[in-house]
């Protein structure tokens, strides 16, 4: 996504033309969490998992507290303007339940880094499991026809 955003490709950028595209924020934080949790499985080094996963937390909560407060806090662009006209609030922002989604697994990556216990992994159970769920009914809302949910 983030070499389809720098090249121009509206192809890799966006699945449907009816549908809005991935911003860069959030191909970014895929892009970390997924580093994050291939350091987690090879163990080494930790500090680099958690920076990782508390980078795309950060981002998360950041833009999350943008929806609640109303406010600009200029991470939308950081990457590059948005050139692709959509009907979002904000250009070049994700979606609220993305953020939320990133702050989650940031949050879980971070953890799963540090040292296990039960408590631990039965919070880190849940907190894939509400990701889990909230991917299920977005891919529902998207089969069923509903471009709302990606908004």
Known sequence: ??????THNLVMVQLLAQLPPM????????????????????????????GL????????LLTFAEYVFHVNAGIDELLGPS??????????????VSAVCFAVVG???GMAARSQSKRTA??????????AAVGIATSLAFALGSSDAFA
Not at 122 to 131: A, F, P, T
Request: aromatic residues 8%; proline residues 4%.
């Open 1 to 6: 996504m983030l070499i389809g955003w720098f």
């Open 23 to 50: 911003t860069r924020n959030a191909a970014a934080c895929f892009l970390l969490c997924g580093l994050a949790l291939l350091i987690v499985i090879h163990g080494r080094p930790r500090w680099l998992a958690i």
């Open 53 to 60: 996963a508390g980078i795309a937390g950060g981002v998360g």
């Open 83 to 96: 050139y692709i006209g959509f009907k979002q609030s904000s250009p070049g922002r994700m979606a609220p």
């Open 107 to 109: 949050i879980t990556l």
């Open 122 to 131: 039965l919070v880190m159970g849940l907190n894939g499991s509400i990701v």
